[in-house]
């Protein structure tokens, strides 16, 4: 069973970049028909899909990040990336990880998910 391990800063100054790191275990980030996406879910709201970047390292992005969003990886070390540039407030959230078989734009298709990081944006 792959497990996921989301890492980075808890606290982010507003217009800085957003980073933050999902370590996967347990399977390979480039295993056939693996979905690997960032998900969050600001304070009071439902959880909203960024984007995902596929086994074969296509990336995909929901036009509500697009502008200011870049997943990539690293195969040498079976993990991914999220950066989110000119953060707000806004972007308080919890940040998660997740693996789905196939390609997914929404959170109740992924089976697999990371426990979570709490973000805050302050100055």
């Known amino acids: 069973q792959v497990q996921l391990q989301e890492s980075g800063p808890g606290l982010v100054k507003p217009s800085q970049t957003l980073s933050l790191t999902c370590t996967v275990s347990?399977?390979?980030?480039?295993?056939?028909?693996?979905?690997w996406s960032w998900i969050r879910q600001p304070p009071g709201k439902g959880q909203e899909w960024i984007g995902y970047?596929?086994?074969?390292?296509?990336?995909h992005y929901s036009p509500s990040f697009k502008s200011r969003t870049s997943i990539s990886r690293d195969t040498s070390k079976n993990h991914f990336t999220l950066q989110l540039s000119s953060v707000t407030p806004e972007d308080t959230a919890v940040y998660y990880c997740?693996?789905?078989?196939?390609?997914?734009?929404?959170?109740?298709?992924?089976?697999?998910w990371g426990q979570g990081i709490q973000v805050t944006v302050s100055s």
């Open positions: 997740a693996r789905a078989p196939k390609p997914a734009t929404t959170p109740h298709e992924y089976d697999s």
């Open positions: 970047i596929a086994y074969t390292g296509s990336t």
């Open positions: 347990g399977g390979s980030i480039t295993t056939n028909y693996g979905y």
